[in-house]
Structures are given as C-alpha cells and as structure tokens.
C-alpha cells in the first residue's frame, strides 16, 4: 500500500517535468462584456493540457441585465481542461469566477432614476472548442466557448446572469 502511494505521487510531481509549458494572452469577448488575461497551460501526452489564468472582466450589460443599465467589471481567475478530439480540434472545460463590482441604473434619464452598486461573485463554467495553430515555439489559438454565468454571492440589487457565448482569441509562447 505504502509502495503504490510512493509511486502514485512520483508519477504525479514528475508529470509537469516531462510537460512542455505556455505562457501567453486572451481576449474574449461576449454579447455583454469583454475578458483580457494571462495564461498559463501545461501540455503532456498526447495533447492534454491544464490550463490557468487570472484576468479582468469588463462587463456592460446594457439593458439586457436585471437592471435598465448595468455596467462594471472585476478580477478573476480560471482552472480548465482540453482534449485533442479531430484533426488538431480540442474539446475542453473551463471554470471561472469572478469578483465583480457592477453599477446599475433602474429608469435612467428620467425623474425617477435610481442608482447603486453590486458586488457579485459570479462563477462562469464552460465547454470550450478551439483550434490551435502552432508555428515553431508560437501559438496561435481561436476559441469558442458555452456556458453560464451564475451569480453565487450577491451584495447588494441583483444582477444579470444567464447563459454565455464567448469567441476569443489567445497567442502564446511555448517554454
């Protein structure tokens, strides 16, 4: 039992030494908002890969939000998964979340306006699909991800939340 718990975790500290490592950008942007960050992957056998990022959500909901206008934005960060699954197409899963702080109006440039400030913690899980394109130590990825944006802590009025399309695009540097 010891034995197989020492070689357990030899072969799990010993995975990212024999992984090829990445480190690069993204932009998504979504119907209501736009994410930048800073990622990091760690690609073994076969081309799996882990992936982590921290980034800034700008969010501008507009009028499709609870509110009549909800604009703001916040930190976050992000842990997912990809799947090499047809000719250089991988299928993956990603898990954000986000701290956000929005300010909202309710019935804007009338006599009867009403304005405040939410802070929201909002978790973001998503199917991801993308298509990398290598060129040497470069990488090139278009992505294309669903998912949902769920509101988990709420301080203060609610806010939108709902399903998510974010198209992006991603450069990064293999080392």
Known sequence: MIRNLIVLCLL?????????????????????????????????????SFE??????????????????????????????????WKGLRLGVRT??????????????????VTGTTQVTVLQPTATLDYPIRKGNWQFTPRIAFGAEINVRTDGEEVGQGAILLVGIGFSRFF
């Open 12 to 48: 799990a500290f010993s995975l990212p030494l024999a992984a090829q490592h990445q480190l690069g950008v993204e932009i998504q942007v979504y119907p209501t908002g736009l994410i930048s960050s800073l990622n990091y992957a760690c690609l073994w056998t076969k081309g799996n």
């Open 52 to 85: 982590a990022r921290i980034g800034y959500n700008l969010v501008d909901h507009r009028d499709l939000g609870v509110q009549d206008d909800e604009k703001g934005g916040g930190f976050g960060a992000s842990l997912g998964y990809a799947h090499p699954v």
């Open 96 to 113: 954000d979340i986000w701290w956000n702080e929005i300010d909202w109006k309710m019935a804007p440039g009338t006599p009867l306006e």
